[in-house]
């Protein structure tokens, strides 16, 4: 090893031991915004996960089992999951402090991917702080059975630190564990197939910010991204053979990309991160950014908001695919940005630039103190709420759970509606994970809208005409064992109906005094006609 090597060792330790104390303190502020986060609880399909981990022997099971979970195939999210249960079983503080632990990873991954990237480390730092404590980020944190973003995006962003490492040093260890991390990274989510590309822009930027960049350089970028790309068209090979379709949301309905419609999605979007619930916010920002572009001086002076911006586009790339589909891109809208939000982290993190004036720069960095503080504020009063609303739904599921313990003695199969307000059993499956006797006996489904289940093959034989499996699920029933999975879509005639003619159906809803009863036909048409119902 020549004194060049050792010198650039050196630096990189240097380096990483810097970024690791910033980190740390970027976290110890990120971890207080997250603060409410150990007492959620599990919600939405987290339950479906647990019921899979349970049944699965080994970690590795995930990469050879048939595991149908909708359109999608994502094996690597099932792995973590299977190492939460090992460690935490039903206790979801465990798995929540795991994801706590992949934020840091990212923030640690990001501050090292913009360090080689620029050699800023004011940049660096500002970008990776506005990215940890971003509310888009945030719905990866939150949301456990979406971890696949979070857990993508280390895999993700570790494939583009030791990339970079490897044009700049020229070690084959680190093109090794590049390409091995930006596979797994497709393993985790489809989306992040876009990581070929990604990393030519960033082996590009790279040089062409430093000063150095040659056509040869570029050339070598793109030779070297060719196992990737040969690595994403395995992927998805894979994925068709076992999905038998391209995946995604396949039969949803799609509406037209109208003014109107991309307003609602704005709309949605601001639900979550509130400076874009008002168009006027939304509309300044955009005002300001078209003035800005209008001076040639901005444009060239700069290029980390190009890049940023370059970054954000790519990588939301896929979504092309599915913004189109009102139903999916209106639920939970931030999660499709999670990686691309590293693009906005950017972008605002450029406004601050050594090179200019002090007023400025004193101008620049009050913007993003500010961006950091409204980005708290709004991830932490978006986490109180969940865990609130988690923690209303499990009250509401044990009630249930010791009403059905104590007045329902019924050994057969059975579909049980809950039919009030506030009496949330879209969540079946949770009463199934923590009481496994029920898995054969009974379907819980909620009167006022979809309902998320699973049972036993036996229940499915005797009540799967009350299934619907929409389009999206293309294999549906699962192969996996005993497990039955889809949407049930009640509609309140249907409910009568089946109440009239079949054994075993029952309904519960609240009396005046608020507790849970069994209730008469008659008495749930009166019920269901209170939350808005009509029949002819």
């Known amino acids: 090893m020549n004194l060049t090597d050792q010198d650039h060792r050196r630096a990189e330790r240097r380096i990483f031991f810097r970024n690791s104390l910033l980190v740390a303190a970027i976290f110890a502020w990120t971890a207080l915004v997250y603060k409410d986060i150990y007492a959620l609880r599990f919600f939405l399909d987290d339950y479906l996960h647990l019921h899979l981990i349970s049944r699965i022997a080994s970690p590795v099971t995930p990469f050879t089992t048939d595991l149908m979970f909708g359109a999608f195939y994502r094996p690597g999210v099932f792995w973590f999951w299977k190492l939460n249960w090992l460690a935490g079983h039903l206790n979801p503080a465990v798995y929540y402090a795991f994801n706590m632990g992949l934020l840091a990873a990212t923030c640690l991954l990001l501050m090292q991917y913009l360090q080689h990237l620029t050699g800023y480390k004011g940049f660096s730092t500002w970008a990776t702080l506005l990215y940890a404590v971003s509310p888009i980020t945030a719905q990866g944190v939150l949301w456990l059975s979406n971890r696949f973003d979070l857990l993508g995006a280390v895999f993700f962003l570790a494939s583009c630190v030791l990339f970079l490492r490897y044009l700049r040093f020229h070690r084959p260890w680190d093109f090794t564990g590049s390409l091995a991390a930006g596979v797994f990274s497709y393993f985790c989510k489809e989306m992040y197939i876009t990581l070929p590309v990604v990393l030519i822009a960033s082996g590009t930027f790279m040089f062409h910010f430093r000063g150095t960049l040659t056509s040869a350089i570029v050339k070598r970028a793109v030779v070297l991204s060719a196992p990737y790309f040969v690595g994403a068209a395995a992927f998805m090979i894979v994925r068709y053979a076992i999905l038998g379709t391209m995946g995604g949301y396949v039969g949803e309905p799609r509406v037209d990309l109208t003014f109107g419609y991309l307003m609602g999605l704005l709309s949605a979007f601001g639900s979550y991160v ?27 002076a700069n290029p980390l908001m190009w890049f940023g911006l370059a970054f954000a586009i790519l990588t939301a790339a896929p ?20 990686l691309p939000g590293i693009g906005f982290a950017m972008m605002a993190a450029a406004v601050y630039n050594p090179r200019t004036g002090p007023i400025r720069r004193g101008f620049a960095r009050a913007f993003i103190v500010l961006m950091v503080l409204v980005g708290s504020v709004n991830t932490f009063l978006v986490a109180h709420h969940t865990m609130e609303s988690t923690r209303r739904a499990e009250k509401n599921l ?12 019924s050994d057969e199969p059975a579909v049980i509606y809950a039919c009030q307000r506030g009496l949330d059993v879209a969540l079946d499956s949770s009463l199934k994970v923590w009481h496994p006797e029920y898995l054969d006996k009974a379907f819980l489904v909620n009167c006022s809208g979809q309902t998320q289940v699973f049972s036993g093959d036996a229940l499915y034989k005797t009540r799967g005409g009350d299934l619907t499996f929409p389009a999206t699920f293309t294999k549906n029933p ?33 009396n005046a005094q608020g507790e849970l009863t069994f209730v008469t036909p008659d008495r749930l048409r009166e019920q269901m006609e209170t939350l808005g119902a009509t029949f002819e």
Request: aromatic share 18%; proline share 3%; net charge positive.
């Open 319 to 338: 979504l092309a695919m599915v913004i189109r589909i009102e139903s999916v891109m209106t639920y939970h809208t931030p999660r499709f940005f999670f």
């Open 398 to 409: 044990t009630r249930i759970d010791e009403f059905l313990k104590k007045e329902w003695t």
């Open 274 to 300: 509130w400076y874009f619930e008002w168009p006027l916010v939304t509309l300044g920002l955009a005002v300001v950014m078209v003035l800005l572009l209008q001076k040639r001086h901005f444009r060239r």
């Open 478 to 510: 699962s192969r996996f064992g005993d497990l039955w999975y889809g949407v049930v879509d009640v509609k309140p005639r249907d409910i009568l109906a089946g109440l009239a003619s079949k054994n075993h159906v029952y309904a519960i809803y609240k």
